[in-house]
């Protein structure tokens, strides 16, 4: 059985990490007004740098074939995904993220990762190593329940 104080810490993890995305986001541009599924979108289709389909990007986000299309829809307006025909079977849609939406992603994760530094900076850690592995573990677990893996 897991500690309740793990499970709290964790989860307060989770909620902060969200508000390090807010403030890095608004520090590349005030103006973007992306949410956070919007996001969670880029990252989905960026780590498929050939494409993703529709159906898988529904899955990650746990939302339906409709929702996710008009989310899809509202990228590809503003230029950060593109979605064309799979050669490979007409019927399905592939999506990749353009040059505007790699650019993003990748500002957003510097930007989280200096203020992430800057966190850690101020702090007394354990053994890096060890507790590297104990959150590498965490997020893998987390990663695998979030694309509906128990």
């Keep these: 059985m897991t500690d309740t104080n793990i499970v709290e ?30 996001w969670r979108a880029l990252v989905v289709i960026g780590s498929a740098p050939s494409g993703i389909r529709v159906g898988e990007i529904a899955a ?51 930007g989280r990762r200096d203020l992430i530094r800057e966190a850690l900076a101020t702090l007394r850690l354990p053994a890096a190593g060890g507790l590297a592995e104990s959150l590498d573990g965490i997020t893998d677990r987390l990663a695998a329940l979030g694309r509906g893996r128990p």
């Design 9 to 38: 810490a964790v989860e307060r993890l989770s909620v902060e990490a969200i508000g390090v995305t807010t403030l890095a986001l608004a520090r590349i541009d005030p103006d973007l007004e992306l949410t956070l599924r919007q």
């Design 60 to 110: 990650r986000l746990g939302s339906s074939g409709p929702s996710t299309s008009r989310l899809l829809r509202r990228l590809e307006e503003r230029g950060l995904v593109d979605a064309r025909r799979d050669d490979t079977d007409r019927r399905a849609m592939l999506v990749r993220t353009t040059a505007d939406g790699r650019r993003l992603r990748d500002a957003l994760v510097v």
